[in-house]
């Protein structure tokens, strides 16, 4: 039987530890946070074990350690911890980024016991009551060992990423952090500014707001993520994403380039070679919000249409997470949109409804 501690225990944290008590029930959990209803929701529904009053000699018994804090805090929570970490145990963090806190463990000397983790996964909502073991299921799970780390307490680490139902990717922090900057720190700047772009720019009457459905809607959905998270983030991988930033104007102001000199080819290759690389994506990982599970389908304009459908859903036992009509198609095909709390629901829900003569579309 192993030990766990917790320091932090919010959507990250709970979920790593509903996760775990998942894969091990009779691991003892213990957990630290300044939110002490969460610790004692969790103590009630036993995802923990005891409620840790501070960050003392009682961590000394852990055979890991999870710092789930904001990134900006972890490293100090880590000065605090090293008087208490016995032979043996492994220290990790959750941040979304890693430079700052391996620069902390190195001039700490816990590069020995530290390997630096950041589980891909999120959700719209926040805090310990938004926990699922769910979340981490098929989410990428980067793992960012030190120099110094002895290989079997990696292997070892990937495995209980693995008993999580994670996706283990092992690199070091560097590369992690550019990765990150391009893949999921850019793109909600691109969506925050393309949505103040919009607000800025709107008509008095708000025409801009009233259509913005569809492709826009879905490709600035980051943009409702956590703003104080974010200015965190930015700031703790200023560099990389500065240089991110530079390469993205950089393509924009070639594009410009091209619809200014009304160089229709190259417009054409921008969209097909983008098709063709996005389409070659795998959708795996839950990255800073969950993946959306959902169908478009035509319907008829008249009563009871609607509910016809959700009756239909409800007798194969199909729930849905939300239902709406789409007003602007501009960019999907279907009235109707579904949404579902998972992939094989949405699987099942395109063959129930084609069978009941619906013409549905389902996403790629």
Known sequence: MKTIGFIGFGLIGGSIAKAIRQAHPHWFLGA?????????????????????ERVDSVFSSCDYIFLCTPVSCNAEYLETLRPFVKNGCIVTDVGSTKGNIHEAVERLGMENCFIGGHPMAGSERTGYGASSALLLENAYYMITPTAKNRPEDVEDFRRLVEEMKAIPMILDYKTH??????????PHIVASSL???????????????????????????????????????????KDNLAEALRQY???LNGILAHI????????RQLFEEAGEYRNSIQDRSNGSLPREYSIYCDIVDQAGAIATIATTLSVHQLSIKNIGIIHNREFEQGVLKIEFYGESACREAVRVLTSCHYQVYAPT
């Open 260 to 267: 200014m000199g009304a160089d229709a080819e190259a417009i």
């Open 177 to 186: 952090d550019r990765v990150v900057a391009v893949i999921s720190h850019l």
């Open 249 to 251: 104007i950089g393509s």
């Open 32 to 52: 630290f946070s300044r939110t002490k209803a969460s610790l004692e929701d969790a103590l009630s529904d036993h995802t923990i074990d005891a409620i840790w």
């Open 195 to 237: 949505v103040n772009l919009v607000k800025d720019s709107d008509t008095e009457e708000e025409t801009m707001k009233t259509v913005a459905a569809g492709g826009f809607k879905d490709i600035t959905r980051i943009a409702s993520s956590s703003p104080v998270m974010w200015e965190q983030i930015c700031m703790e991988n």
